[in-house]
């Protein structure tokens, strides 16, 4: 803050301050003239003294204001008692006529009128969408959505799935899928693809097909129902496509040790 912002702030107190005092100076001054013109006269002790016992019975005389929460509540003050019993009671107990306060029938009232609107707007006339149709149409948005995310350069190496994948062979794919292979796929599969817990990858037949589409979607959703994890969450599109080439590129290997053949053949 710089030195001429300091004394333009300063000015603006002072001219609040001479503000001030300039109006308690002009109710001075006021007071002064009309004491002058019309002085007040001095009570006695014995006129202040009627002074207050006037203010005491104008006070006790005067009806008490009821509260805000009285009046939100519908509440009445327990003067009022009396007037609030009902003409039937029972074993010494009367009951007080205590109406419904205004806000809760406002909200009663209020939320049946809404039920009937409600009512006619989704289920009669079939203006408003359905859980179900919201929920079709969320599920479009969010495919619509997925790709234009997809169809962005920058996104280029999520835009490979299950729908467009196409085998390949080259080197730097292998090699890729390769490393994949060795950190995440080993325990169940082997190292070689001979298979252990779960099937054996080198050779033709397959549980949940052998094509480049079936094995990427394989890797990508997992098998639940057999301990194989979804990778999706994990690995990205690209790694996935990586992984599904190195696979198919164990075909025909025959490790030794290879674990007996599951599913169909491949044709």
């Known amino acids: 803050m710089s030195y001429a912002d300091l004394l333009v702030i300063a000015m603006g107190i002072t001219a609040i301050m001479i503000l001030g005092v300039s109006i308690l100076l002009l109710k001075v001054i006021r007071?002064?003239?009309?004491?002058?013109?019309?002085?007040?006269?001095?009570?006695?002790?014995?006129?202040?003294?009627?002074?207050?016992?006037a203010a005491a019975q104008a006070k006790a005389l005067k009806k008490a204001?009821?509260?805000?929460?009285?009046?939100?509540?519908?509440?009445?003050?327990?003067?009022?008692?009396?007037?609030?019993?009902?003409?039937?009671e029972f074993d010494g107990i009367a009951e007080l006529d205590n109406p419904t306060p205004g806000w809760f029938m406002v909200l009663f009232y209020g939320s049946i009128i809404f039920a009937v609107v409600y009512m006619f707007n989704y289920e009669v006339l079939g203006w408003g969408p359905h859980q179900e149709q919201e929920y079709e149409t969320e599920l479009l948005d969010a495919v619509a959505a997925k790709e234009a995310f997809l169809a962005k350069p920058g996104n280029a190496k999520n835009a490979v799935n299950e729908n467009n994948i196409v085998q390949s062979n080259d080197a730097a794919v292998i090699s890729s899928g390769a490393g994949l292979f060795v950190n995440r796929c080993t325990p169940c599969h082997g190292e070689q693809g001979q298979g252990i817990v779960g099937p054996n990858l080198t050779d033709e037949f397959w549980l949940h097909g052998g094509g480049v589409a079936d094995v990427f979607k394989t890797i990508k959703y997992g098998v639940p129902e057999k301990g194989?994890?979804?990778?999706?969450?994990?690995?990205?599109?690209?790694?996935?496509?990586?992984?599904?080439?190195?696979i198919l590129s164990l075909q025909g290997t025959n490790p030794p040790g290879a674990k007996a053949p599951e599913g169909d053949k491949q044709k």
């Open 31 to 53: 007071f002064y003239v009309k004491e002058s013109i019309n002085p007040t006269p001095f009570a006695t002790a014995a006129e202040k003294e009627k002074i207050r016992l």
């Open 65 to 88: 204001e009821p509260s805000i929460i009285s009046r939100l509540m519908g509440l009445k003050p327990l003067s009022e008692e009396k007037d609030l019993v009902m003409e039937h």
């Open 228 to 246: 194989m994890i979804a990778w999706e969450k994990s690995l990205s599109a690209t790694q996935i496509a990586d992984l599904t080439n190195y």
